[in-house]
């Protein structure tokens, strides 16, 4: 409660300087104005998708900095003000980014267009922990089943057209190549677990892959809640190691950006082997500055949960 009512009073404040840096520049806008559409993006799959779709015609920046986990951030004033600058802000819902209400009910900049991408997306439940602040909310991790991607896609395609008119045949090409993409990894997974040992993900970490395990038919349960925030309590990971132990599992999977004590600890108590499971949120500055992309990140999944799974 403490930290909403220091959050809401910075956020006031950050509204009061972006007003005023508006006020001073109101003249100079227009000078400064370039070609391009920019775009601000809140997590990875969304800057991957807006960097694709908007080519040489977008500048898209990613509002979380490299190497954060997603589910603690929290946007400084700086933030307030760049997403105040966009011509496009992209979030992924009120689920994800519970803070991006205030921020565009609060935007200054009267043209700035807001994209929630979960629009249209069927959201499952998530699983929650007795340790979860977030009791009652729905699963914020669309973007692991590739269906929602696609519609993620559409979403932000739509907005980049109406942004930009002109343009309207490039992004619908870029959009159709991505979305292509995407069915081709939908296909991949479908086909790479119809022949599996186990169809079980046991995961060291927080509840991330609700709605891949949904899409691709598989068993999936996490240490954590929805939140990696959340404690898992004895009793949850009690259950978790019995299950490992009854169901004869030899991996369990870890994920990416925060640290892997848990799974460690489970994988010491049962004599498992560990392998990542990267639910993407973010990437580490390495990958960041190496450029790397989402399917790169779906990639290596795939290839750990062959493994993970003894699949052939
Ligand atoms: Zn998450």
Redesign the pocket.
């Known amino acids: 409660m403490r930290n909403k009512i220091i959050f809401g009073a910075v956020l006031l404040a950050a509204v009061f300087a972006v007003a005023i840096i508006f006020y001073r520049r109101d003249k100079k806008v227009g000078d400064m104005e370039t070609s391009k559409i920019k775009v601000v993006t809140t997590l990875f799959p969304l800057y991957d998708i807006a960097r694709n779709i908007g080519g040489e015609k977008a500048e898209v920046a990613l509002l979380l900095p490299p190497g954060m986990e ?2 603690s951030f929290e946007p400084r004033p700086s933030d307030i003000i760049r997403i105040n600058e966009a011509d496009v802000f992209v979030y992924t819902g009120k689920f ?1 980014e519970p803070w991006a209400e205030d921020i565009i009910n609060g935007a200054v900049n009267k043209n700035l267009v807001t994209v929630d991408v979960s629009r249209g997306v069927k959201m499952i439940a998530g699983v929650f922990h007795d340790s979860d602040e977030l009791v009652g909310s729905l699963d ?2 669309i973007w692991l089943d590739f269906d929602n991607a696609r519609k993620m896609a559409e979403n932000i395609k739509e907005v980049f057209i109406a942004k930009d008119t002109e343009n309207t045949l490039f992004y619908e090409r870029a959009a159709a190549d991505y979305e292509g993409r995407l069915s081709e990894f939908d296909l991949k997974y479908f086909e790479a677990f119809s022949n599996c040992e186990n169809k079980e993900i046991i995961y060291g970490g ?3 892959f609700g709605y891949m395990a949904n899409r691709y038919g598989l068993k999936y349960s996490a240490a954590q809640g ?3 925030d959340s404690e898992p309590t004895a009793s949850d990971l009690i259950s978790l190691i019995d299950q490992i132990k009854k169901n004869n599992v030899k991996y369990i999977f870890y ?1 990416e950006l925060s640290s892997p004590k848990i799974a460690e600890m489970i994988a010491g108590e049962t004599n498992t082997k560990m392998l990542l499971l990267n ?1 993407a ?1 973010n990437l580490t500055k390495d990958q960041f500055e190496k450029n790397v992309s989402f399917f790169d990140i779906l990639e290596n999944n795939l290839e750990n949960l062959k493994v993970g799974l003894g699949c052939w």
């Open positions: 997603a589910h994800m914020s991790h927080h509840y991330a929805i939140s990696p994920e639910a949120h």
